[in-house]
């Protein structure tokens, strides 16, 4: 089993900076690619970055420029820096990892349980 813990959500204002990490802990062989998404009510949840074992990095357009996404491999730990933050920024803020628990498993996807953050104009 693979557990996603994330922390350091809040309530920041309009410019402000949050990050976000997400710790990875179970049994893990390896971990193929890590992100982050986010729901804000009554939408659909939507990515908002990923980074690949390989170092390659997608954004969603509304995020580049603002938020970085960086990872620890030693600790199995992700983070999403975000500056600059927006109103529309507001949402609940899921990590995603997908997974390899074990050599010759295939990989799983898993989530961490959603990190709220505000942001007040």
């Known amino acids: 089993q693979v557990q996603l813990v994330e922390s350091g959500g809040g309530l920041v204002q309009a410019g402000g900076s949050l990050r976000l990490s997400c710790a990875a802990s179970g049994s893990i062989f390896s971990i193929n690619a890590m992100g982050w998404y986010r729901q804000a009510p009554g939408k659909q949840r939507e990515l908002v970055a990923t980074i690949t074992s390989s170092d390659s990095i997608n954004y969603a357009d509304s995020v580049k420029g603002r938020f970085t996404i960086s990872r620890d491999n030693a600790k199995n730990t992700w983070y999403l820096q975000m500056n600059s933050l927006k109103p529309e920024d507001t949402a609940v803020y899921f990590c995603?990892?997908?997974?390899?628990?074990?050599?010759?498993?295939?990989?799983?996807?898993?989530w961490g349980q959603g990190t709220q953050v505000t942001v007040s104009s």
């Open positions: 995603n990892a997908e997974v390899r628990p074990l050599r010759d498993i295939p990989t799983f996807r898993y």
